[in-house]
C-alpha cells in the first residue's frame, strides 16, 4: 500500500505540473504595419466591361490557408478547361508535391504535441549478468556472482512544460503546418494558372497556324498565276519574285508558330503529369473570350493571397521559437518511474513479492538548471530572433509584391482592352483596302503588288489583333493568379463572382 501510496501522490504531483504549462516565453505577435490604400492605382479604367457585359460582384473569401481553392477557372466558360483543370489537380507532379509537404508539416506538427503527454512503455525478456566479489563486499579476489534476471516492467516518463518550452514548440509545428497550408493552395493556383495560360495560348497559336496556312495557300496561288503570267509575257520577273519572296516569309513565319505551338503542347503536357509523346490535344482557334474581373479592395488582398497567409504563419512560426530558445535559460522537470516483476526464475516472474518500482529518473536527474554554457543559448535566442526578424521582412516583401502584381495585371488589362479596339478597327480598315485593291487589280488598274501589300497589311493586323486576344484572355488569368483565387464561379459567362 505505501508503494501505491507513493506512486498516487508522484502522479498527482505531475499532474500538478502539467496544470502549470499555460507559461510560454515567447514574444507576443505583432503584424508588421503595411499601408494599404483604399483603391487600387489601376481599378479604375481596367474593369469598365466591354459593350454587353456586365461586370461580377467580388465575394471576399475567408484567409486562403483554411479555404479550400474554388474553380475560378468555369468563369472562362470553356468545358476544355475545366476538363484540363481537373486532370491537372489530379496528375500534376508540382501538386502531389504540395499535398505530400502538408502531410509532413502535419505529422510533425502531431509530433511537436506528443511533447505534451507523458510517454508510456512496457518491456519483457531476461538479462544474464555477472558481478564482481568485490561488488558483493566479499573483497577482491572473491569469485564473483552469476546469475539471469527475468523482468516485466512498464515505464512512464514526462517533462512538466513549466517555462513553456513543449508549448512554444507545439505553436510553432502548427503554424509550420498553417504554412505549408498556404504554400499548397499557392502551388495549386499557380498550376492552375499555368494550365488556363498554357491552354489558351494554344488557342491563339491554333488561330495563327490557320490564318498563316490561309495565307500560304493563297501566295501559292497567287505565285502560281504569275508564273503563268511571266511565261506568256503578261507579268514581270520582278513581280513573280515579289510574290515569292512573301510566300517564303509566310511559310517561315508559319514555322515559327508551328514551333510555338510545339512547345506550348509539351508544357501543357507536363502541367498535366504526362509525357509529351503520350499527350494529345486538339486544340481550336481562341474565340473573343473577355472576362473581366472585379478586383476588389487592397485591404482584402491580404485575406485571399495564400502566399501572404504562408508569410505571415512563417513569422508566427518563427517567433514561438524565440520562446523555445528562451525556455533554455530555465529549469527542466523531467519526471520518471518504472513499475514491474523481476525474477530468477520465470516461473515466478509474476508473484507480489518480486515486485520492483523506481519512482525519479532513470539517469541523471529530475530537475535541470543550466549553469553555464558558454554563450550557447545566448547565441540560440538571437539566432531565433534574426530568424524572426527575417521572416517580418519576408512577409513585407511578399505584400507588396502581391500588390504589385494586381497592379500590373489590371495595367495590362487596361491597355489590352485599348489595344484590341484599335487593332479591331485597324483590321476591318485592312480588309476593306485589301478587297477594294483586288477589286482594281482584276480591272487593271493596279498592279499585283498592290495586292501583295494590301493583302501583307491585313495579315499582320489579323495575326496582331489574335495575339492581342490570347494576351487578353491570359491577363485575366494572371489577374485571377495575382488576387489570390479563392472566390465562387457565377453561373454566366463574362463576369467572374
Same mark, same amino acid.
Given at each position: 500500500?505505501?508503494?501505491?501510496?507513493?506512486?498516487?501522490?508522484?502522479?498527482?504531483?505531475?499532474?500538478?505540473?502539467?496544470?502549470?504549462?499555460?507559461?510560454?516565453?515567447?514574444?507576443?505577435?505583432?503584424?508588421?504595419?503595411?499601408?494599404?490604400?483604399?483603391?487600387?492605382?489601376?481599378?479604375?479604367?481596367?474593369?469598365?466591361?466591354?459593350?454587353?457585359?456586365?461586370?461580377?460582384?467580388?465575394?471576399?473569401?475567408?484567409?486562403?490557408?483554411?479555404?479550400?481553392?474554388?474553380?475560378?477557372?468555369?468563369?472562362?466558360?470553356?468545358?476544355?478547361?475545366?476538363?484540363?483543370?481537373?486532370?491537372?489537380?489530379?496528375? =500534376?507532379?508540382?501538386?502531389?508535391?504540395?499535398?505530400?509537404?502538408?502531410?509532413?508539416?502535419?505529422?510533425?506538427?502531431?509530433?511537436?504535441?506528443?511533447?505534451?503527454?507523458?510517454?508510456?512503455?512496457?518491456?519483457?525478456?531476461?538479462?544474464?549478468?555477472?558481478?564482481?566479489?568485490?561488488?558483493?563486499?566479499?573483497?577482491?579476489?572473491?569469485?564473483?556472482?552469476?546469475?539471469?534476471?527475468?523482468?516485466?516492467?512498464?515505464?512512464?516518463?514526462?517533462?512538466?512544460?513549466? @517555462?513553456?518550452?513543449?508549448?512554444?514548440?507545439?505553436?510553432?509545428?502548427?503554424?509550420?503546418?498553417?504554412?505549408?497550408?498556404?504554400?499548397?493552395?499557392?502551388?495549386?493556383?499557380?498550376?492552375?494558372?499555368?494550365?488556363?495560360?498554357?491552354?489558351?495560348?494554344?488557342?491563339?497559336?491554333?488561330?495563327?497556324?490557320?490564318?498563316?496556312?490561309?495565307?500560304?495557300?493563297?501566295?501559292?496561288?497567287?505565285?502560281?498565276?504569275?508564273?503563268?503570267?511571266?511565261?506568256?509575257?503578261?507579268?514581270?520577273?520582278?513581280?513573280?519574285?515579289?510574290?515569292?519572296?512573301?510566300?517564303?516569309?509566310?511559310?517561315?513565319?508559319?514555322?515559327?508558330?508551328?514551333?510555338?505551338?510545339?512547345?506550348?503542347?509539351?508544357?501543357?503536357?507536363?502541367?498535366?503529369?504526362?509525357?509529351?509523346?503520350?499527350?494529345? @490535344?486538339?486544340?481550336?482557334?481562341?474565340?473573343?473570350?473577355?472576362?473581366?474581373?472585379?478586383?476588389?479592395?487592397?485591404?482584402?488582398?491580404?485575406?485571399?493571397?495564400?502566399?501572404?497567409?504562408?508569410?505571415?504563419?512563417?513569422?508566427?512560426?518563427?517567433?514561438?521559437?524565440?520562446?523555445?530558445?528562451?525556455?533554455?535559460?530555465?529549469?527542466?522537470?523531467?519526471?520518471?518511474?518504472?513499475?514491474?516483476?523481476?525474477?530468477?526464475?520465470?516461473?515466478?516472474?509474476?508473484?507480489?513479492?518480486?515486485?520492483?518500482?523506481?519512482?525519479?529518473?532513470?539517469?541523471?536527474?529530475?530537475?535541470?538548471?543550466?549553469?553555464?554554457?558558454?554563450?550557447?543559448?545566448?547565441?540560440?535566442?538571437?539566432?531565433?530572433?534574426?530568424?524572426?526578424?527575417?521572416?517580418?521582412?519576408?512577409?513585407?516583401?511578399?505584400?507588396?509584391?502581391?500588390?504589385?502584381?494586381?497592379?500590373?495585371?489590371?495595367?495590362?488589362?487596361?491597355?489590352?482592352?485599348?489595344?484590341?479596339? =484599335?487593332?479591331?478597327?485597324?483590321?476591318?480598315?485592312?480588309?476593306?483596302?485589301?478587297?477594294?485593291?483586288?477589286?482594281? @487589280?482584276?480591272?487593271?488598274?493596279?498592279?499585283?503588288?498592290?495586292?501583295?501589300?494590301?493583302?501583307?497589311?491585313?495579315?499582320?493586323?489579323?495575326?496582331?489583333?489574335?495575339?492581342?486576344?490570347?494576351?487578353?484572355?491570359?491577363?485575366?488569368?494572371?489577374?485571377?493568379?495575382?488576387?489570390?483565387?479563392?472566390?465562387?464561379?457565377?453561373?454566366?459567362?463574362?463576369?467572374?463572382?
Amino acid at each position: 500500500m505505501n508503494t501505491l501510496s507513493t506512486l498516487a501522490r508522484t502522479v498527482l504531483a505531475a499532474s500538478t505540473m502539467l496544470v502549470l504549462t499555460a507559461c510560454s516565453l515567447a514574444p507576443t505577435e505583432h503584424r508588421p504595419t503595411i499601408d494599404v490604400s483604399a483603391t487600387y492605382r489601376e481599378a479604375d479604367a481596367a474593369i469598365k466591361p466591354m459593350p454587353g457585359e456586365e461586370l461580377g460582384q467580388w465575394v471576399p473569401a475567408q484567409p486562403a490557408d483554411e479555404q479550400k481553392p474554388s474553380p475560378w477557372w468555369t468563369t472562362f466558360g470553356d468545358p476544355v478547361l475545366v476538363q484540363l483543370e481537373e486532370r491537372a489537380l489530379t496528375a =500534376n507532379p508540382d501538386v502531389a508535391i504540395a499535398m505530400a509537404r502538408i502531410k509532413r508539416a502535419r505529422a510533425l506538427s502531431s509530433r511537436a504535441e506528443s511533447a505534451r503527454y507523458p510517454s508510456l512503455d512496457v518491456g519483457f525478456g531476461p538479462t544474464r549478468q555477472r558481478t564482481s566479489g568485490a561488488a558483493a563486499f566479499r573483497g577482491d579476489g572473491a569469485p564473483g556472482i552469476e546469475q539471469t534476471l527475468w523482468r516485466a516492467q512498464g515505464t512512464v516518463a514526462y517533462e512538466a512544460d513549466v @517555462f513553456g518550452r513543449v508549448a512554444s514548440d507545439v505553436a510553432a509545428a502548427r503554424a509550420s503546418s498553417a504554412e505549408q497550408q498556404a504554400l499548397s493552395h499557392q502551388m495549386l493556383l499557380i498550376v492552375q494558372a499555368d494550365v488556363a495560360s498554357t491552354y489558351f495560348t494554344l488557342r491563339q497559336l491554333e488561330g495563327e497556324r490557320r490564318l498563316l496556312a490561309d495565307t500560304v495557300a493563297i501566295r501559292e496561288a497567287g505565285v502560281a498565276l504569275l508564273e503563268r503570267k511571266r511565261d506568256l509575257g503578261a507579268a514581270a520577273a520582278v513581280v513573280v519574285d515579289q510574290a515569292q519572296a512573301e510566300l517564303s516569309a509566310a511559310r517561315a513565319e508559319q514555322a515559327t508558330v508551328e514551333q510555338d505551338a510545339a512547345l506550348a503542347h509539351h508544357a501543357l503536357a507536363v502541367l498535366l503529369g504526362q509525357a509529351p509523346a503520350a499527350f494529345t @490535344f486538339a486544340a481550336a482557334p481562341l474565340e473573343n473570350v473577355s472576362v473581366h474581373v472585379a478586383e476588389g479592395l487592397p485591404s482584402t488582398l491580404l485575406e485571399r493571397r495564400p502566399d501572404v497567409a504562408a508569410a505571415e504563419r512563417s513569422m508566427a512560426a518563427d517567433n514561438a521559437r524565440i520562446g523555445v530558445a528562451r525556455a533554455a535559460y530555465f529549469p527542466s522537470l523531467s519526471l520518471t518511474g518504472a513499475f514491474g516483476y523481476e525474477s530468477s526464475e520465470l516461473g515466478n516472474l509474476t508473484n507480489w513479492s518480486q515486485r520492483t518500482f523506481l519512482l525519479g529518473p532513470l539517469v541523471g536527474t529530475a530537475l535541470s538548471l543550466p549553469i553555464f554554457d558558454g554563450g550557447k543559448r545566448k547565441a540560440d535566442v538571437a539566432r531565433a530572433r534574426a530568424d524572426y526578424e527575417e521572416s517580418v521582412g519576408a512577409y513585407r516583401k511578399t505584400v507588396l509584391n502581391a500588390f504589385r502584381e494586381v497592379e500590373d495585371a489590371l495595367a495590362s488589362t487596361r491597355s489590352l482592352d485599348t489595344r484590341l479596339a =484599335n487593332e479591331r478597327d485597324a483590321e476591318e480598315a485592312a480588309a476593306r483596302v485589301a478587297s477594294s485593291v483586288k477589286t482594281r @487589280f482584276d480591272e487593271g488598274d493596279v498592279d499585283y503588288l498592290a495586292v501583295v501589300d494590301a493583302e501583307r497589311t491585313l495579315l499582320r493586323n489579323r495575326q496582331a489583333r489574335l495575339q492581342s486576344e490570347g494576351a487578353r484572355v491570359r491577363a485575366s488569368v494572371d489577374l485571377v493568379r495575382a488576387l489570390g483565387g479563392g472566390w465562387h464561379a457565377p453561373e454566366s459567362k463574362g463576369s467572374v463572382q
